[in-house]
T-cell receptor, first 115, second 110 residues
Framework: GAVVSQHPSWVICKSGTSVKIECRSL??????MFWYRQFPKQSLMLMATSNEGSKATYEQGVEKDKFLINHASLTLSTLTVTSAHPEDSSFYIC???????????FGAGTRLSVL | GEDVEQSLFLSVREGDSSVINCTYT??????LYWYKQEPGAGLQLLTYIFSNMDMKQDQRLTVLLNKKDKHLSLRIADTQTGDSAIYFCAESRNNNDMRFGAGTRLTVKP
């Protein structure tokens, strides 16, 4: 299957700082990538759809100024959590849609802990 | 909104078959998926099925789809301890907007 790489896998930061998470499709080009958030023992919650070369589409209730998404190339999307607070601590997972199969492949996730 | 439901827990003995069930409400679903998540990891695509298919088999995995009842199941034959994980059912209409179930935690006892 196609490979999606997500970095970092775990980050600890102080409250008020910003954190950038990268999502890369390694062996295919992805015009569309997705960012999810997962709370402990819960399912995935779609935060936003990232489209290469255009603005991301955010789900209702997700602050676009808080969670900045940039999809500047066909293989890279970034999520920046700005002015992080402890309530932003969570597991963030990205996925990329492989265009020939039309299937989403997921990264390994990033565990964010805000102190 | 449209829902995807699955039972939260399943426990089986090593060597037995596991059957994880899922129901969905969107009759327009075109893709249905099963993902596996191990602790602290992302989601691994196990298999998927198009809505015009009834069954798909891949080695130890068998997916059954009853489109009339909107019921999807995943059968794992000869379940091993390494199969212990959370299994997510998901559906989409065009693979752009996926809806996930809450996940079924499979525990395999030796």
């Amino acid at each position: 299957g196609a490979v999606v790489s997500q970095h970092p896998s775990w980050v600890i930061c102080k409250s008020g700082t910003s954190v950038k998470i990268e999502c890369r499709s390694l062996d295919f080009q992805a015009t569309t990538m997705f960012w999810y958030r997962q709370f402990p023992k819960q399912s995935l919650m779609l935060m936003a759809t990232s489209n290469e070369g255009s603005k991301a589409t955010y789900e209702q209730g997700v602050e676009k100024d808080k969670f900045l998404i940039n999809h500047a190339s066909l293989t890279l999307s970034t999520l920046t959590v700005t002015s992080a607070h402890p309530e932003d601590s969570s597991f963030y997972i990205c996925s990329a849609r492989e265009p020939t199969q039309n299937i989403q492949y997921f990264g390994a996730g990033t565990r964010l802990s805000v102190l | 909104g449209e829902d995807v439901e699955q039972s939260l827990f399943l426990s089986v003995r090593e060597g037995d078959s596991s059957v994880i069930n899922c129901t969905y409400t969107d009759s327009s679903s075109t893709y249905l998926y099963w993902y596996k998540q191990e602790p602290g990891a992302g989601l691994q695509l196990l298999t998927y099925i198009f809505s015009n298919m009834d069954m798909k088999q891949d080695q130890r995995l068998t997916v059954l789809l009853n489109k009339k009842d909107k019921h999807l199941s995943l059968r794992i034959a000869d379940t091993q301890t390494g199969d212990s994980a959370i299994y997510f059912c998901a559906e989409s209409r065009n693979n752009n907007d996926m809806r996930f179930g809450a996940g079924t935690r499979l525990t395999v006892k030796p």
